[in-house]
């Protein structure tokens, strides 16, 4: 059974910091794209970053762009999502994702139970 777990999140104030780390249970996903997703309430689940299976691409959402960065470590099986500046409307449960091949573009499976992560005024 392969199982996406997230952790990291938390309560913070507008401006503050949080880093998200993700792991997977079951296999390595060295050789395959990697990325982060959001769903605040009543909103579907929207895209945040991508990362190709190097780490030489990466892709981010407009909101995020310039304050969020996403990373990897395949040595340690580990993806990371830094976020700074943050901001209320980034309020959300936060996704790890598997993709399905070496690129962001191709789509993504194995998806994680989210992290909460909450910006106050």
């Known amino acids: 059974q392969v199982q996406m777990v997230e952790s990291g999140g938390g309560l913070v104030q507008a401006g503050n910091s949080l880093r998200l780390s993700c792991t997977a249970s079951?296999?390595?996903?060295?050789?395959?794209?990697m990325g982060w997703f959001r769903q605040a309430p009543g909103k579907g689940r929207e895209f945040v970053a991508g990362?190709?299976?190097?780490?030489?691409?990466?892709y981010y959402a407009d909101s995020v762009k310039g304050r969020f960065t996403i990373s990897r470590d395949n040595a340690k099986n580990l993806v990371y999502l830094q976020m700074n500046n943050l901001k209320p409307e980034d309020t959300a449960v936060y996704y790890c994702?598997?993709?399905?091949?070496?690129?962001?573009?191709?789509?993504?499976?194995?998806w994680g139970q989210g992290t909460q992560v909450a910006v106050s005024s």
């Open positions: 079951g296999r390595s996903f060295s050789d395959n794209a």
């Open positions: 994702a598997a993709g399905r091949g070496r690129s962001p573009s191709n789509g993504y499976n194995y």
């Open positions: 990362i190709g299976w190097s780490g030489g691409s990466t």
